[in-house]
T-cell receptor, first 113, second 113 residues
Framework: EAQVTQNPRYLITVTGKKLTVTCSQN?????MSWYRQDPGLGLRQIYY???????DKGDVPEGYKVSRKEKRNFPLILESPSPNQTSLYFC????????????FGQGTRLTVV | QQQVKQSPQSLIVQKGGISIINCAYE??????FPWYQQFPGKGPALLIA?????SEKKEGRFTISFNKSAKQFSLHIMDSQPGDSATYFC????????????FGKGTRLSVIA
């Protein structure tokens, strides 16, 4: 089954404790991206990657890091999480550019206290 | 330039009625306009998409109308059903396909019996 898998689905952590949210896709997509979803703000892009070892900042990259060492994986790293990073996070992947269908993971609900 | 403005923020429609959600954009380089549907607890999923070479695209009860001169596009849901209750996002991407989708802020649709 074609899918984008995020882990964990739910996470509660404390301010300053480094965490990683993993994202893996089994569709051999070149394009991957992270979004955060907040009420009234829609989906805002954090980082995206067009291929292995190629990453770019999105609209809200502050406080986040990403890496793309393998085509299938695109982890999101919060080095020192803060309460304003409490949000619902989605990983997405796409084939042959973003002007075709983007496939989204199930989401990771992160709470930073 | 990169924004996509979506309205209304929320919408309540009677079962059997027509739901209409509107989006406007500024960047004339956008050339792919998808709509995504998101149910609670799920990631967004592609519903229907259009390219600027046509003014309308219909798939079942869902229709996209596109007005290139006005830089607007809209989603019409005919014979709306309670199962259509979800959040809908319009989006746009550039003709290169290398810049990830820019999303509107979403419309929460409730279809009541």
């Amino acid at each position: 089954e074609a899918q984008v898998t995020q882990n964990p689905r739910y996470l509660i952590t404390v301010t300053g404790k480094k965490l990683t949210v993993t994202c893996s896709q089994n569709m051999n997509h070149e394009y991957m991206s992270w979004y955060r979803q907040d009420p009234g703000l829609g989906l805002r892009q954090i980082y995206y990657s067009m291929n292995v070892e190629v990453t770019d900042k999105g609209d809200v990259p502050e406080g986040y890091k990403v890496s793309r060492k393998e085509k299938r994986n695109f982890p999101l790293i919060l080095e020192s999480p803060s309460p304003n990073q409490t949000s619902l996070y989605f990983c997405a992947s796409g084939d042959r550019g973003w002007n075709t269908e983007a496939f989204f993971g199930q989401g990771t609900r992160l709470t930073v206290v | 330039q990169q924004q996509v403005k979506q309205s209304p923020q929320s919408l309540i429609v009677q079962k059997g009625g027509i739901s209409i959600i509107n989006c406007a954009y500024e960047n004339t380089a956008f050339d792919y306009f998808p709509w995504y549907q998101q149910f609670p607890g799920k990631g967004p999923a592609l519903l229907i998409a259009i390219r600027p070479d046509v003014s309308e695209k219909k798939e079942g009860r869902f229709t996209i109308s596109f007005n290139k001169s006005a830089k607007q596009f809209s989603l019409h849901i005919m014979d709306s059903q309670p199962g259509d209750s979800a959040t809908y996002f319009c989006a746009a991407s550039l003709n290169s396909g290398n810049t990830p989708l820019v999303f509107g802020k979403g419309t929460r649709l409730s279809v009541i019996a």
